[in-house]
């Protein structure tokens, strides 16, 4: 037998991932941008109501409340993702609510101040200001870290190998939304599952005038089945003596959305009264903005690489970190009650769909638009139960966290120092924020626990994210450990070409701005 030859053995390294069927310039028929585009709206409103229902009781506020935050959040989500597609990275990533944010706002919500107000709609239109008030502020963190180049900066000590797990963690590292959710109600979450990586995977094959329809549609196929099986258990009286929590989870209409959603609401900036500033909440926020800006930055390096483009030099990641700085002044004035950052489900969907059109995100962002002003139909979607996306989820983050390993590729997986720093980095990416979230469940408090409520806030914030972690040790760790004598294995060399705009002629074909702003705007 005949000895097998170097290329039958080995996958050379590819700057772009193959077999996309469109690529971030390239679009599909109109007809099926529009359903794409429907499909990604749909999977982004499982975090834009998720986030509304936890925070809005918990502030005092009543359904029509939450109906209206969620709204309003749809609404700035879908502003937010056009103009990152047309002025920011360019690359087809939906920008959405941030659970990064959650520490800092329940502690503005447990503030003795609002909780001492009485009156349940004074207190959450109290806290709702306050909130605004600390996004608006701390927006200015993204804003200046990007505007003025900054992050470049930062991310040329960024290597391949630092970023390996950086970006798997980004979809790791929400575990806790996957599988634990659908364990909530396995009766509709397992089928969803299931049926989901039937259609996507194993009969992608099946083709309908030439269009894999059930690879492409998957998501859309499959929630409508499991929706309108989930619906048939409630209407059948099945969940009728279950407890409250697995009725909360299954049941197709304990949201109370579409009958406290208006017909008709546009809405607009500082509807919530004028924002309240306070030195101590802004400086907890900061800290979640600066955990949405690594995690945005990992999950852009993901969306690249699964819309077929070379990775983003660094002055255009920088330009996409200050856009999302104005998405969060904007989420401020408007009062969204979270900030934004990249949303991970919907990066995964661009690998699961193998379609990377930057024309289609904009298209789902017409949808945001569309159904948070028409309130009845918007809050139709929206009461689909959270356990249908967590379903998806399991599919989704673990498609961008594989993203993160196909950076391998580009280093030296033989160096006993790489795989030192890449297992350090994320396992404790992983192990870390877990500590927190144990820890947080069993005190009540975080691990940061002092006198000064802003110091806890920004800590606790920080070591809460998995990106953020892996971040800290997988850079500190490879521009430290022989990092002179290691570029090559780092994959430098390989990076170099895509760290500026002019190194590579493909930048302009994917970054250029619209409009022929770039005349204006010149990329460095």
Request: neutral net charge.
């Amino acid at each position: 037998m005949a000895e097998p030859k170097p290329e039958e053995i080995s996958h050379p390294p590819m700057d772009q991932l193959q077999g996309l069927e469109y690529c971030i310039d390239s679009n599909p028929s109109w007809g099926e941008a529009i359903a794409l585009g429907f499909q990604h709206y749909i999977l982004a409103l499982g975090t834009a109501v998720m986030i509304p229902s936890f925070l809005v009781p918990l502030m005092g506020g009543t359904d029509d409340d939450k109906v209206r935050v969620v709204q309003t959040l749809l609404f700035v989500e879908g502003i937010n993702t056009l103009l990152q597609t047309l002025f920011g990275t360019r690359l087809p990533t939906v920008i959405g609510g941030s659970y990064a944010f959650m520490v800092p706002i329940i502690s503005i919500i447990h503030d003795t101040t609002l909780l001492s107000i009485e009156d349940n709609h004074m207190r959450f239109l109290y806290t709702m200001r306050a909130v605004q008030g600390a996004l608006i502020v701390a927006s200015s963190i993204q804003i200046i870290l990007g505007y003025s180049q900054m992050w470049a900066i930062c991310t040329r000590f960024f290597s391949p190998l630092g970023m390996i797990p950086v970006i798997a963690v980004v979809g790791f590292g929400l575990f806790d939304k996957g599988f634990p959710v659908v364990g909530r109600c396995v009766e509709i979450g397992i089928p969803m599952l299931i049926l989901f990586i039937a259609f996507s995977q194993y009969l992608k094959n099946f083709h309908t005038k030439q269009l894999p329809i059930l690879e492409r549609f998957a998501l859309i196929i499959s929630i409508t089945v499991i929706w309108a099986y989930a619906h048939l258990l409630t209407a059948s009286g099945a969940y009728k003596h279950r407890p409250e929590l697995t009725q909360l989870n299954c049941r197709t209409d304990k949201a109370n959305l579409i009958s406290s959603a208006p017909w008709i609401k546009i809405p607009y900036p500082l509807q919530w009264g004028a924002p309240t500033f306070d030195a101590g909440h802004a400086f907890g926020m900061m800290a979640a903005v600066v955990v949405s800006l690594i995690e945005s930055t990992g999950s852009y390096k993901a969306a690249a690489r699964l819309a077929s483009a070379t990775p983003p030099p660094a002055h255009i990641l920088s330009r996409g970190i200050g856009w999302q700085g104005i998405g969060i002044l904007l989420d401020g004035l408007f009062g969204t009650l979270t900030g934004s950052t990249v949303s991970v489900e919907n990066v995964g969907l661009l690998g699961s769909t193998r379609v990377g059109s930057r024309r289609v995100i904009q298209i789902s962002a017409g949808f945001m638009i569309f159904f948070s002003v028409l309130g009845k139909f918007g809050a139709l979607f929206a009461s689909i139960p959270f356990t249908i996306f967590a379903a998806v989820y399991c599919v989704l983050f673990g498609i961008v966290a594989s993203v993160g390993l196909s950076f391998m590729q580009f280093t030296n997986m033989n160096s006993v120092r790489n795989l030192f720093i890449i297992g350090v980095a994320m396992f404790l990416g992983l192990s870390v924020p877990e500590y927190y979230r144990e820890y947080t469940a069993k005190a009540l408090h975080g691990p940061a626990h002092t006198r000064a409520v802003w110091f806890n806030d920004f800590l606790n914030t920080i070591f809460f994210s998995s990106p953020t972690v892996a971040l800290i040790v997988a850079v500190l760790l490879d521009n430290t450990l022989d990092y002179k004598d290691s570029a090559r294995d780092r994959g430098m060399p390989w990076w170099a070409n895509f760290r500026t705009f002019k190194g590579d002629s493909r930048s302009e074909e994917f970054y250029s701005l619209p409009f022929n702003l770039n005349r204006f705007f010149p990329p460095s």
